[in-house]
């Protein structure tokens, strides 16, 4: 069966089965560490082995988790690609020469969003998804608790919110950072951390996952969750009574980023990798595993109920800035400082 019937056939191989049309290339071996959802690279290594000779070595981490691996194996690296996951630790990544600069001849397919990625790191790393930050509650426990319904960032300070909020933390969550680094770009970084530490008294964990608050808050045991839209989608199709909200402020918005790793073993390989990612079939494909972030090639389907970012009031975020390696520490640093350890 082709990729193209299996995709429109809906045929099940761990999640959906999906073969190309094109012929199996280069035997051997792949390292990837995926920083996207669980089922979604699963799906992914599936999809890529039934087309190619090669065997996936795959291990899934959060995207400060991914590339703390990355820097820590710089002098003798162990993976060859990393797929997924904001884009900042990727910039951050390139900045400090540990991804290899690569050009897919598919770049004139891509998204504008997705190019700049590729620009701002020169060349050694792309756009393959964007998705908007995002506040979801889950509906029956804000009306059991008689909680006012969060609309804007600086509702979340209200102490009537206290004990009720999940975010991730951003030193292990790509999420949890571009939220950290919007509200600086809204707010200035003194406004900004004010409200991260009015926030924090309503905060009952900080999360390693950056998704991790909004399933949560769909089975109950939160009642809101901080993190990318279309994580809130993904529950909400799955059968939660969970509310999406696009805060009155404006909110940011992630390039989730793929890299080639300096030094990689299995390069060429890796290189096969990537051109399978920004292929639009394969793009298309991203609905089958519950995952609705906006596709990077112009030719892919965009999911069912994928927030629009057209429509949406985002701000202009400077990913040159906010994944700069030095940015990222002093906030980081600060967040640990005052937010973090500060009582509740």
Known sequence: MTFKNALFAGVAVAGLAVT???????????????????????????????EHDIDVSMVRKSSGEAYAQVRAEAANPKLDIWWGGTGDPHLQAAAEGLTEAYTSPQMGDLQDW???????????????????????????????????????????????????????????????????????????????????????KNVNQYTKSGSAPIKAAAVGETTIGITFMHDMIAQIKQGANVTVVSPCEGTGYEVGSMS???????????????????????????????????????????????????????????????????????LLSRWDNEVKNAPQ
């Open 20 to 50: 190309m049309a094109m012929p199996a290339n280069a035997a051997g071996r792949l390292n990837v560490i995926c920083s996207a959802d669980n089922e979604w690279c699963e799906m992914m290594e599936n999809a890529f082995e039934l």
């Open 114 to 200: 997705a190019v700049r990625q590729h620009k701002n790191a020169d060349g050694r790393t792309v756009g393959i998804y964007a998705g908007a930050l995002g506040i979801g509650y889950n509906n029956d426990l804000l009306k059991e608790k008689g909680l006012p319904a969060p609309k804007c960032w600086k509702d979340l300070a209200d102490p009537a919110y206290k004990g009720e909020i999940q975010i991730a933390n951003p030193n292990s969550s790509g999420t949890s950072y571009t939220t950290l680094a919007t509200l600086v770009q809204l707010f200035g970084e003194e406004e900004a951390f004010d409200l991260l530490k009015a926030m924090h």
């Open 260 to 330: 080639i790793i300096k030094g990689a073993r299995n390069l060429e390989n890796a290189k096969i990798w990537a051109e399978f990612a920004l292929d639009p079939r394969t793009q298309s494909i991203a609905e089958g595993a519950h995952s609705y972030q906006v596709p990077s090639n112009t030719n892919a389907r965009v999911p069912d109920g994928a927030p629009r970012l057209q429509d949406l009031k985002l701000i202009d975020y400077d990913f040159a800035k906010y994944g700069d390696a030095e940015t990222r520490r002093s």
